[in-house]
């Protein structure tokens, strides 16, 4: 089990490492983001935490200092499982994803899961 203190210092790392990249592949990588990953399944609930943390600031109109796309793809790559939702093939290939659809998606995911009281 890992510490909210010691969650909160890999992701605050991660976070100062990359919010200046909007690029996947830039902010799926660094020292913070692997710290953060090494945590492994016991990161799911303080990950799903940050998108709830996300998603309360948009409801008051404010902005969380919170790295949705990369806590989406990191979520994915421990579980396996895509929480997408929005727009398929809007260019070949190409997705164009509901960001708080998708945060709402991961939460009722990690209920149904036994992730999130």
Do not use: Y
Request: with cysteine; proline share 3%; aromatic share 10%.
């Amino acid at each position: 089990m890992i510490s909210q203190a010691d969650f909160d210092a890999a992701q605050a790392q991660w976070h100062r490492e990359t919010a200046h990249h909007s690029l996947p592949w830039t902010i799926l990588r660094g020292p913070g983001f692997e710290r953060v990953k090494a945590f492994g399944k016991d990161a799911i609930p303080l990950l799903l935490g940050k998108l709830q943390e996300a998603l309360d600031a948009d409801s008051k109109g404010e902005h969380a200092d919170v790295q949705v796309w990369g806590i989406f793809a990191l979520l994915h790559e421990l579980t396996g499982q895509d929480m997408f939702v929005g727009e398929e093939n809007v260019m070949p290939g190409w997705r164009a994803m509901d960001v708080w659809s998708t945060c709402r998606a991961w939460i009722a995911w990690g209920k149904r899961e036994g992730h999130v009281a």
